[in-house]
């Protein structure tokens, strides 16, 4: 199978030409789908382009032959006829009142708008403010296995192995594009080589589902790293103007954010992702007044979505960007002006929402301030070496107001086994390992004893998404009662439970937020500067980690120094930039993931606070150490040259061409 | 004709001249633990060990294998028994997705064949046209660590 794609950034498509095509060659376009639409929260992607292409690289047919190969070339025979539009390259740009449309209704998705306290007044009051323009930029998910399904027919019964974060959202997305019946839609998740965010929704599901389907015969396919990078969702860049108001004493006064984020051609989970963006713009601290604007604005780009940390680790930027230039003008030091306004149990985030569940905030910056790494600092007399800190907080489940429970069943096998059925994916992050020692533990049974059987939407209940840091948290606790109704009827060799995720008792009355729970972070990174290319050499990183109680401490530690090898990259040179609507860096060539070479020794060290409400005193912990490495990083560069970097990834000549001091980057 | 060894097996085939070699081991001979992650040698996932050298099977033709000894992930457990470096990758936590972990575990394997006490970072260097995106690489590296220590 082939994919043919728009090769412009906006347009009408004015005719489809199939005519070089061979008649053992087939090819499908939307008017073979049932219903040419994506399910999801917002329904504005097709399937296939049909009428007018809103991205360079979205999908307009398929192509269907004997073998890749000839699908591809054929694929290359397909004639699309444009009328070209003029593109909308940027958030702002969009907003302009003569911006052309991507949508008749405007290219303004959404918007959040939340005021807390009176922040004109609190500015007056305020000894030190600081306030700047940052940007982010799009980053793609690199997951290493491109995008695949493989999908077949038995009778009226469509079956597809699917590379996926939610084998129920694709049964639906499936069921619904070829107006099939559900039941007739039987989807599993294959070994997934990550996703990250990236396969929590359509990449290639529909595709070969529809092939199988219309021509009763197998069909594979697998997507090439190009198309990845061209065709897949990314994470929303940003534009935003952030000013903080800060006391002599270090107190964080007030705090005001106008942000602009990108969500490219379509929706996809964007609105949610500005939710969590606002949610965690001012960070783990207390702030009393507080005014947030955000916006989500289309662009003629690949549709951002869903990428690990959601939102976060975009805000965080520019949050901890300021915090660390205050902590520096009013000479308190970096640790203790965060100890000082650091949220605590009970305490009221930035939103207003209650801190309802354990926080280790300050336990884990007290961690990082005893670490060597960090102590190093205050020994360390090489010009060129920089230390540099941050702090932060990532959500755990879906929000308020979602639905967020999973169910499970334990069947007890003749020998004694036990088979444990879970509608959830691992998507290589090991829930698998740490849900199986849940139910080890539980069951009291050693580990070759537990049979876990999941995503499959025949043999498994429908569990939601491996997403929002919630798959161990949310399965754990339906394992654990699944076990209670169990042995409250051992005879019956069968226990069956649904577990919700728990709410906020805030109420903020906006779908999605605030959440209940959160995991905290504290990191600190120590790098040398190269005087000759600008380029910072990380040298170490120590982390702190407060996720509840942890399971397995290899797949924490794990988690960890993945998510923040991941941000080293969205520091040091990642960028799906685009010019003219077409994106720079379509290959690992010229798109840079950090080697091995790159990723300094990361070590983890976890707090471990018992979360009452979780699986043996866990939470979450796949995202946030997403959240924070680059302000951490750009703050050690900024101890070493004066200069204040308000941009990602890092430009290095600019860095080493700053001359004046405070010069911009 | 295509003759070369294979996981130690002597293999003779009737091969198309255009073939890579990541499609001869992947379609023709059912090695797929061989991954495919970019097509063009950036990111290792395809790494098979060619006459004991990790090379990317995604940017070679298979007719350049011939007279060759190739060894893929199939080939590195013996009698069922995985090696030293797979179990010490599985104590150590260094799967995640498991995508790049093939090649990974054939990247090290040559350099522990070669150098069997390497520095930290020799590791690094040896490992770094193999991309990983789940890990960070601190629990890879701490695997061929443990194993080079072993020995």
Redesign the interface.
Known sequence: MAIVRSTEPHAFITGLDFSELPSDILYFTAKDLEENIIEDAIEDQPVLAYDKVRFYGEPIAIVAADSHQKAVSFSQKVKVKYQKLPIVETPKQALEPDAPLLFEKGNLLSEFHHEKGNVTESFEDCDLILEEDFHLPIQDHAYMEPDAAFAWMEGDVLSIYTSTQNVFHDQRMIARALGIPLHNVHVMAATVGGGFGGKDGHTVQIFAALVAYRTGRPAKIVISRREVFIGTYKRHAVDLHLKMGFQKDGTFRALSSTAYLDTGAYAGLGPAVMGLFSEHLGGPYVISNVKIDSYLVYTDKAPAHAMRGFGAPQGAFATESLINRAANILQIDPIEIRMKNALTQGALGTLGQKMEHVVGLREALEVVRDSDLWKEKNTNQDPSIGFGIAAGYLSCGLGKGVPDSAKVEIDREPNGDFTVRVGLVDIGQGNATALAAIAGEALKVPLEKIHLIMADTTQTFDCGSTAGSRSVFIAGNAILAAVRDYFSHPETGRGFAETEFPQSKTDLNVIGFPHAMYTFIAQAVKLKLDPISGQPQLAGIFAATEAGKVINRLSMDGQIQGGIAMSIGYTLGENMNYRNGIPDNQRFTVYILPTAEDIPPIQNVSVELYEATGPYGAKGAAEVATVVIAPAITSAIESIRDLKINRLPLDFEQILDAKEKGSVC | MLSCKINGEEIHSEIPSDMRLIDFLREEMNLTGV??????G??G?CTVLFNGDPVNSCIMLAIQAEGAEITTIEGIAKDGKLSDLQQAFID??AV?????TPGMILAAQALLDKNPHPA?AE???A???????????????DAILAVSQRK
């Open positions: 991954k495919e992650g970019c097509s063009e950036e990111c996932a150590h936590g995640q997705c498991g995508f790049c930290e590791i690094r260097h490992i770094s046209g193999n991309l990983c995106r789940c890990t960070g690489y601190q629990a890879i590296v």
